[in-house]
């Protein structure tokens, strides 16, 4: 079993900086992609940022040029940092885990831009 705990979130005015970042723990040999998914209230939940064992990142395009996804595989930790934040950043963010076949996901931080 792997557990994912996000940590990091919080209010923040737009313009602002935060920084979350994931703790991946349990029976992990290597964890093939890992990456940061958001869901705002009534909306479907969107990707953020993936990022390969390799090093290899993909974002969503609203967050292209602000966000940056890195990750240190011999801790198993994910981060993102997020730069230029707006309100419609709001949002719970989801860590996710690719162990292929299966994935997992933490239990989500809350995420508060202020206008």
């Known amino acids: 079993q792997v557990q994912l705990v996000e940590s990091g979130g919080g209010l923040v005015q737009a313009g602002g900086s935060l920084r979350l970042s994931c703790a991946a723990s349990g029976s992990i040999f290597s964890i093939d992609i890992m990456g940061w998914y958001r869901q705002a209230p009534g909306k479907q939940r969107e990707l953020v940022a993936t990022?390969?064992?390799?090093?290899?990142?993909v974002y969503g395009d609203s967050v292209k040029g602000r966000f940056t996804a890195s990750r240190d595989n011999a801790k198993n930790t994910l981060f993102l940092q997020m730069n230029t934040l707006k309100p419609e950043d709001t949002a719970v963010y989801y860590c996710n885990a690719l162990i292929i076949p299966r994935a997992y996901w933490g239990q989500g931080t809350q995420v508060t831009v202020s206008s």
């Open positions: 990022v390969s064992h390799a090093g290899r990142t």
